[in-house]
DNA sequence: TACTCGCTGGAAAGCGCTTTCCAAATTTCC
DNA sequence: GGAAATTTGGAAAGCGCTTTCCAGCGAGTA
């Protein structure tokens, strides 16, 4: 019944190949008259060894005539590690994460991996869960964008988590600010953003400036109110559109008239929602109200009026964070130029790499001279 | 440095288990005094054979203790199917896809499955690669978002990906209408949607209608034009903001004044871009110009002002799509309860299977009645 | 010329899991 | 009660690739 060991035979005509599909190394091998290994070797380039040339030539082309393309599972169990690589994110749907998804994907795609992208839906446990998957199947490394959760029982077993992966080998940085993580990260220079907003917002004549800030506990949020400084109202949301709107509906109640110039929301989309909140509560922005916002996501642009706010180079982000994962060091400097700041702790297995973006604040028709300034 | 390893103390002490990770389904084996066979057979159900009572619970048992997760990739080779699933989209960035990619992670994640995803920043031969790739390491399905290109060359050679896919058993499932391909895809009515779009602004008294079109070429488009019907003066663009905006500054110069009283945008993005040459053209909306969209967005409702569009359930699309490419039959019917349209040629090997979403009018603020419709 | 190296290509032992084939243990039927 | 039919657990052969060892060989050294 088993008799398929055609194999060997050099049967001339009407060679089928057998229909579930791909061509194997062995067949390579075979048609260049090499061994297995010498093929292997020849291929992928990995073991160490090179093979010289007449051979190798021998073997790329019979690999080109038979359309070889390798096996990544063969490959993983083999070698004990794969190519792919896990993006792990809140949520697909927000434009934060996905312009970082874009970047991260193009920098993977240069280099031959492919992506494997999950969405916790800020769900800590998810997180963990997918970590546990990726190391499971071996993965090459894992990127965690968005801040972790900051609650004591899950964050210890997500260090656990991102431990276990990393003893094993797995690489796994971080996109913006994590809390405790000893592993790779790119952040923003929140601080810096923050800051320049405010002095934005100074110089315009603003003195009585609100805050609509993001969850508290985010280290995220606690740069950016760094870099704000004192002597502000502020109101704690959620980072989400809704969120932002009532924290600004409070605000603008609370300080009834020109009690407020002006607001500064820690994200783009508390600042859409403090834009309607304005709008219902009868400020006019930019004249009554000037609003700046945290991210500078595509549509801040077409927000009405057109939001001024610290633009984040997201996408760079996202491809230089895959960029340090799959490179293990450090390649050039990023077209942004960020200053690298390497904590190499001599004690440490291996140390702990920080890109820091720098930030730069976009202004649009959200922020405008304070109303009574002009007399400044 | 880090000691929240508190949980794992309860272990005998001793017993090192190697560096390198993982659990082998060999160890469970030994450690439920089995053999190697049986332990697969207990804790992946798929042979065909059950285990009865006592042997399965022991191994369960042995399994939970020593915390085995199993190795995909072994799995996928000895099965010669591997159990993730790839998401090609245009680009990641685009709400639109991004709605699609949650709804489909969502079932994926259901179903224990992992998604590759993969943009293809609109580059066609980048779709083709990644079938290929997704071809070689056995993956379960593919799902194609987004129209694919309709370039004869091209799109021969896309269909012979598939083809070469789907005849080694890989699924493939499109999101959204498709110019040609043999293969399962969810659509949403976009012939309905249209006809609803003009009927709403025929009610309010338009009757010199303009639309902003999309590419020709795409099947989506020729839809939604079929739905508009006749007597519209149309402009096509390229289904980006800015093309939206040119093309409906072309329209408004066209036929300045009252010469049209409404606008049909085929997606949001345009729509956004019509609503800024409004303006910019000292057209107000909804007074002087209604505006409509398609896809319904987030971000749609946050435009100024709020846009009136046809909502298409991408999300439910994609969480659809995603469980017909994994259980291969039909489940239930989705919430929205589309008509399931099977054409089930009894000569075809396999039967296409399409799955119409009904859409829906969103009515906002951008719409109102015709300015010299009072009349009526 | 004899002998030790440094290279290069091949044989073969896995990587962790699935699944076919077998044989032993039951059960069923005359 | 014995033979045939049916279960059920285990041994083992891979899946496609990597990588360690080994053998063969021309080169360098004494």
Redo the contacts with the bound molecule.
Sequence with gaps: ??EQRSRAAEVPAGRVRPV?G?V???QVAAEAE?????A??V??R??G?E??GA?AERVQAAAERLGYV??PH??A????RSSTVGLIVHDVTDPYFAAIATGAMHAAHADGVMVMMAATFRDPELEIDYLGRLRAQGARGALLAGSGSTDPAVSGRLADAITAFTREGGRVTAIGARPDAHIDAVVPDNTDGARQARAHLEALGHRRIGVVSGPGTLLTVRQRLEGLGDGLRTVEADFTREGGYEAAAKLLAAHPDGGLTALIALNDLMAAGALAAARDAGRRVPEDLSVVGFDDLPFAADLSPALTTVRLPLRQMGERAMALLLTGSDGASPAAGPSAASAAEPGAAASRRTVDFPVELVVRASTAEAAGARTT
């Design positions: 019944m088993d579930t791909a194997t190394l062995k090499v061994s297995l290994a010498t292997s070797r291929l992928h990995s073991g060894r093979v010289r051979l390798s096996n063969a490959q169990l083999a070698r004990a």
